[in-house]
């Protein structure tokens, strides 16, 4: 049965993905994201391959932004169905230098540390990781109220299990947007909205590319650490999300299934580095 599938962060490597591998199913995708170009290429992919999928550009953080975007996808679709919560991200603004205090990080103006943090870089990431669920939510919940085999589906992360070093607002966001969804599930459970999260683990993506490989393609440091404490000793594939999406999305298969946060990882989570 086709769905009307609202995603956020569209237009990134991983909600793209999930974009069209659900418009390869029959179903209509609405893709929303601020980088209006990237969403609409995935769209002119969706549709060449004879799918069915419009782009909005859409900021997340802007209430009445995300209300005219939603009465644009009735217009075209109809109510949503399903919302995947994509959006999301860090910011050099609240990434610091050093992994670990080092002495003199109290009086230093010239790069990052945990003391200069910028208060207003702390304030996006953590919004567009966290208030970036909330105010899609808010818009299109309703659409689902009443109505069979709708259900969020939020992507967190790793983060919100063992938080990593230089990054504390989107560490903290995750691990808001997994307690929020469970949060969600059990005030919405008695309405049959299902409310579920995906943790993905260590993906390439356009956001952390740079993090991860040096300008000429050879791994960072932090790379190194990232495998080593990762057992599957590798970066996932965006492909390998899709079984899990599909299973929480789909009511036959998780009809049962709400409040959970499902780690992808290669064994990340489970790992005390011993």
Not at 129 to 154: A, I, Y
Request: negative net charge.
């Amino acid at each position: 049965m086709s769905k009307v599938i609202v995603v956020t962060g569209a237009g990134g490597v991983l909600c793209s993905g999930f974009a069209e591998f659900l418009a390869k199913q029959g179903h209509k995708i609405a893709l929303l994201d601020l980088n209006d170009v990237a969403a609409g290429e995935v769209a002119n992919r969706i549709v060449a391959e004879g799918g069915i999928a419009k782009a909005y550009k859409c900021n997340v953080l802007d209430k009445v932004c995300v209300e005219d975007v939603h009465a644009q996808v009735l217009a075209d679709f109809g109510k949503c169905d399903i919302l995947i919560n994509g959006a999301g991200g860090n910011n050099p603004r609240c990434t610091t230098t050093h992994e670990e205090y080092e002495q003199g990080d109290e009086n230093v103006t010239d790069f990052l540390t945990f003391f200069n943090i910028d208060e207003k870089g702390f304030d996006f990431v953590f919004d567009l990781n966290l208030k970036g669920v909330l105010l899609p939510s808010q818009v299109f919940m309703p659409d689902m109220l009443g109505r069979d085999g709708c259900c969020v589906l939020n992507i967190s992360s790793m983060n919100a299990y063992r938080p990593l070093t230089k990054i504390p607002a989107y560490s903290a966001a995750k691990a808001a947007v997994t307690n929020f969804t469970s949060w969600l599930a059990v005030h919405f459970a008695g309405t049959g909205i299902r409310v579920n999260a995906i943790a993905p683990g260590f993906f390439v993506t356009n956001q952390n590319r740079a993090l991860l490989f040096d300008e000429n393609g050879n791994p960072t440091p932090r790379t190194e650490k990232i495998l080593r404490s990762t057992p599957m000793k590798r970066f996932g594939e965006s492909e390998e999300l899709l079984g899990t999406l599909e299973w929480l999305l789909d009511e036959t298969k998780s009809g049962f299934v709400t409040g959970i946060t499902v780690p992808v990882d290669g064994g990340f989570s489970a790992y005390s580095g011993v």
